[in-house]
């Protein structure tokens, strides 16, 4: 392989790549990326065997050929390196020389024949969805996903059509917490998936940052146990996570009692003075609904206790619940809108969040001890 | 006590104690600050015991007394409040309860009586060093300074006279590498010192943080043990480093035969690519010096070889010799001149960094075996 490229288009493939290079050393080849020669352009692939990304960039293809090499290494490589052109020669087997005017990198390769196999993209039917729709989706509910290795069906985000066939769902859960999120999109008919299917949360966050850069459409499939996405001249592929999503409907509640309406932004200002004194392991905030007013309270078992007021409309019964500070700042910084609503049938029970601006998103949050 | 201040010139004060404050669980009363009230202000103290800050700000003073709490909870308290006046009242011994429009902070306190006995400024001589000489002094020395607890002399820059009485010196090094600096400083005679004296690296380091925000001069003084600085409105003390500090004028070599002139700028750039492919514990790279050029290559046993040049002027004997990547990085990016100088006898012995806009400033590195 002897090919030459633009040292800016090459080194932001590079940077693509980085998050689905496979950090920990279990497999040392999928420490490296595959580089192979098109026509007029070089395909950059990394994978740690669940989540594959292919990228492209232009390129003069004096020899094509193929070579993989470590990804890390070379990303810094071309980080060093100012803007212009910079070659790329394999003068032996398993061998890069990238040659950049007065320096020269030689870099040790592996056989690309040992590279594991890659998923191609034959075969999906493809479906595009708004970039910003589709980003909008995974912010809301990836925060509620699980991040223990244990349970690894709620290592994910759950996708599936909407019983009206009109909106595509997504929920997250950890089992303590839960969001969901429907969106209209158009065209969804044409999504082949009879039944949900849950998304690697490595994988989604990765194409969060993918989309971060991209306006329209980003095309989408799903063919047995992946999922395809093309984000701009990027493919990205997913292995499904295996198993079955719980059943998360029963745990949305219906019909909570207690109604509370609360300004966001006075609900996080608080929220934030209050963890200033929570105990760090517990992480407890306690809450209390009483004569037109939320107090709540943080206490640190050396430290002291943070205790203030909230304006809120309420209706129903006094009450004091506790919850995990965290679920709730993560709630306040993501939605949007000016109130949230909170739906509470007792201390126990799982409460719902939802914001007075969007009828198609909800939190559902469990309650802790206090 | 009780006493209301303002939120941001409290917070600023909490700022900068939060680089003394001990952050080992040694002592927990380290962890506090001493809250003193004063005539209209409020003194903020902190100590770990060598280096002690004494700060203040203005102060609305309805109870005179003293309390002690937690240094990091009060700062993160305070970086939650908006700004205004907040009341701070001490309703029975060792409980401050900080009132803020809808909240109330009762924070755990300890007996201020507990609290360390801390260093007075009283008998100090002070002289006055401008702001931004002191910060360059800092700056071209802390980062030649040992880290490892061991050898604890080497844990601080040292300070003295230079011997024609015009100069102030600063010396640091960790065995390996060594930065010295004379600077002209008006009144030096002002100044008690007869011999030279370590100044610990942290409290250098805090130092150089406070006189970051100030203009005009810096008032310093040394008595017995102890150093102590007025940096506008705050105080800083520091217990001096115990110990001789190294004969370090017989390291600095002298008649060095070869002599090197090379863009700094072009040096760093090459250094930067090299060291792509170091070795991650070696961290070695080589520098050759053969027919008007230096190449320098970095050499990583798994990755591969990044070797490059540099135009560079020099008379002597051709030469290869090896350095730590991160002295010359230090050394390249403190430095301010166009070119750097070195000066090298053989591949063994330490080899001298000057600029050529800086006659006062020199730094030593021990070459590695390559």
């Known amino acids: ?97 990238i040659n950049y005017q007065n320096f020269v990198f030689d870099l040790q390769g592996i056989n690309p024949e040992e590279y594991p196999l890659l998923p191609s993209d034959e075969g999906y039917e493809y479906f595009g969805i708004e970039a910003e729709i589709l980003s909008e989706m995974i912010d809301k509910t990836i925060y509620a996903a699980a991040v223990e290795e244990g349970r690894f069906t709620l290592n994910g985000i759950f996708m599936e059509k909407h019983e009206d066939g009109k909106n595509l769902r997504f929920v997250a859960t950890d089992g303590h917490r839960l969001a969901l999120i429907d969106r209209e999109v158009e065209g969804l008919e044409s999504l082949n998936l009879e039944k949900g299917v849950i998304l690697p949360k490595k994988g989604m966050s990765e194409l969060d940052k993918l989309i971060g850069s991209v306006e329209g459409k980003i095309e989408l499939g799903v063919k047995e146990n992946h999922i395809a996405l093309r984000i701009g001249d990027t493919l990205l592929f997913m292995r499904l996570v295996d198993g079955e999503f719980p059943e998360y409907r029963r745990v949305i509640p219906e019909d909570n009692p207690l109604k509370i309406k609360i300004s966001r932004e006075e609900f996080l200002k608080s929220l934030r003075k209050a963890s200033t004194l929570v105990d760090e392991k517990a992480r407890s905030v306690k809450l209390s609904f009483k004569d037109g007013k939320m107090t709540i309270e943080g206490r640190h078992p050396s430290f002291g206790i943070a205790r203030g007021e909230c304006a809120c409309e309420f209706q129903g019964e006094e009450l004091e619940i506790g919850f995990n500070d965290r679920y709730l700042y993560d709630i306040l910084t993501t939605v949007s809108g000016e109130n949230i609503l909170m739906e509470i049938k007792d201390e126990m029970s799982p409460v719902l969040f939802k914001t007075d601006d969007d009828e198609k998103y909800l939190c559902v949050v469990m309650p802790m001890r206090i």
Chains 1, 2 share one sequence.
């Open 1 to 97: 392989m002897k090919i030459s490229v633009d040292r800016d288009s090459f080194s932001r493939c590079l940077t693509r790549l980085q998050g689905v290079v496979e950090k920990r050393n279990t497999m040392p080849v999928l420490a490296n990326c595959l580089i192979r020669s098109g026509d007029d352009k070089v395909y950059l692939l990394a994978t740690d065997l669940d989540i594959t990304i292919i990228d492209s960039c232009p390129a003069k293809v004096k020899k094509p050929g193929s070579v993989s090499v470590n990804a890390r290494k070379l990303y810094e490589i071309f980080k060093e390196l100012e803007p212009g052109e910079v070659e790329l020669d394999e003068p032996e087997a398993q061998k890069l020389v």
